[in-house]
């Protein structure tokens, strides 16, 4: 799908940034199976896991004004100010609308997961294995062992 490209500052958040398909790639070699861009609660979730109902945002240290990462743009633009306002309140909006909806919402900034993608990942099946049913029931086709089949292992 080509991505549709919107005037102005927008078109710099791009769906796929690096360390969210840092994340996913890491995700998906644990066996967890992620609906990408999946919609709840009027809201696009970045990785949705829709039967554990965890929904997972990698914040863009920049646009959504990390505290170890916030510079002022140079020329203290208005612009940006406003903008920055803009996303962190419909990052609140959106965890709350989900959260009302009953879905676990993490979120992490984007240096978390460029510094240590193998913790936040942890964190991630951590929430699914706390959302599984107690029969072990996991509609999302999460192997949480994380191990490979033992006949996958033999050699000739
Ligand atoms: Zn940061």
Known sequence: MAGKRRKGMAAIRSQDTKPEILLRKALWRKGARYRLHYRAASVRIDIAFPGSRVAVFVDGCFWHGCPEHYRKPPGDKPYWVAKLERNRSRDARNSQALQEEGWTVLRFWEHEVLSDVTLVRQVVLDALQGRAGPSGETSD??????????SQLRGG
């Open 141 to 150: 086709s999460v192997l949480l062992s994380g191990s490979p089949a033992p």
